[in-house]
């Protein structure tokens, strides 16, 4: 899986987990606004972008690869994440909360479509439309994608395989708060868009009930892409909860 590492070896350290269908390039309007007092770890996650040569088998086993990338660390890290990335992180600090510091939760799905059969069967035969500009390119207007990323995400989504997909938006729906997420003794932020789907909302109030120390907010204005629809807002709001 590969991994950038940016800013100094000695300052804090902060993983940053983008979304399905994207790659780590994802958080870079929110870099611009971050001060330089962090050192960032942004991987490319499996099947994606720069790891598109290993297929995401599950979330269970992306959890474990990024846990051995923590394990590298000398000290817990914090964790935020996007959408799939959110999830990740969410099981990341409730099975190696040794390892996590303190998690932000962006738009994570966590109540399990009813009927997940029918809706995998379709993203099988059209898999092959995430290869098509026109296709990308609408995709990627739904999750905010600016004008100067637009081309790395036609890249990206044209080097995602179809086993990528299937896994990844197969876990993605099935995901439900972890047991161990109640346990997690560390500061927890979680945020959805107020224009999302009233599915991501419940999402959010489900893990913020789970874990009574967690804020919870509701940000106006935004849909499915806080991160890359308000990246100054949202640098400001990490910054400040990083404290």
């Given at each position: 899986?590969?991994?950038?590492?940016?800013?100094?070896?000695?300052?804090?350290?902060?993983?940053?987990?983008?979304?399905?269908?994207?790659?780590?390039?994802?958080?870079?309007?929110?870099?611009?606004?971050?001060?330089?007092?962090?050192?960032?770890?942004?991987?490319?996650?499996?099947?994606?972008?720069?790891?598109?040569?290993?297929?995401?088998?599950?979330?269970?086993?992306?959890?474990?690869?990024?846990?051995?990338?923590?394990?590298?660390?000398?000290?817990?890290?914090?964790?935020?994440?996007?959408?799939?990335?959110a999830q990740l992180a969410v099981l990341l600090a409730a099975r190696?909360?040794?390892?996590?510091?303190?998690?932000?939760?962006?738009?994570?799905?966590?109540?399990?479509?009813?009927?997940?059969?029918?809706?995998?069967?379709?993203?099988?035969?059209?898999?092959?439309?995430?290869?098509?500009?026109?296709?990308?390119?609408?995709?990627?207007?739904?999750?905010?994608?600016?004008?100067?990323?637009?081309?790395?995400?036609?890249?990206?989504?044209?080097?995602?395989?179809?086993?990528?997909?299937?896994?990844?938006?197969?876990?993605?729906?099935?995901?439900?708060?972890?047991?161990?997420?109640?346990?997690?003794?560390?500061?927890?932020?979680?945020?959805?868009?107020?224009?999302?789907?009233?599915?991501?909302?419940?999402?959010?109030?489900?893990?913020?009930?789970?874990?009574?120390?967690?804020?919870?907010?509701?940000?106006?204005?935004?849909?499915?892409?806080?991160?890359?629809?308000?990246?100054?807002?949202?640098?400001?709001?990490?910054?400040?909860?990083?404290?």
């Amino acid at each position: 899986m590969h991994v950038d590492r940016v800013g100094s070896p000695g300052a804090p350290p902060l993983l940053l987990l983008h979304g399905g269908g994207v790659a780590g390039w994802m958080w870079e309007p929110t870099r611009r606004h971050l001060t330089d007092d962090r050192r960032l770890l942004i991987p490319d996650l499996p099947g994606h972008g720069r790891s598109a040569d290993q297929d995401y088998v599950s979330h269970d086993d992306t959890v474990h690869q990024l846990a051995a990338v923590l394990e590298r660390e000398e000290r817990p890290v914090a964790v935020a994440g996007f959408s799939l990335g959110a999830q990740l992180a969410v099981l990341l600090a409730a099975r190696r909360p040794d390892l996590v510091d303190r998690v932000a939760v962006v738009s994570a799905q966590t109540v399990p479509l009813r009927a997940p059969g029918p809706m995998l069967a379709l993203l099988r035969v059209t898999a092959g439309l995430a290869k098509h500009e026109w296709f990308a390119r609408m995709q990627a207007s739904a999750l905010f994608v600016p004008d100067d990323l637009l081309p790395r995400y036609v890249q990206t989504s044209a080097g995602i395989s179809r086993d990528t997909l299937l896994h990844a938006v197969g876990d993605n729906i099935a995901f439900r708060v972890p047991a161990g997420w109640s346990a997690f003794p560390g500061p927890a932020l979680i945020l959805a868009g107020a224009r999302e789907k009233q599915l991501m909302k419940i999402s959010a109030a489900l893990l913020h009930e789970a874990l009574p120390q967690s804020i919870l907010e509701i940000v106006e204005g935004c849909g499915h892409g806080i991160p890359l629809q308000q990246p100054a807002w949202f640098a400001r709001r990490i910054e400040a909860w990083l404290g």
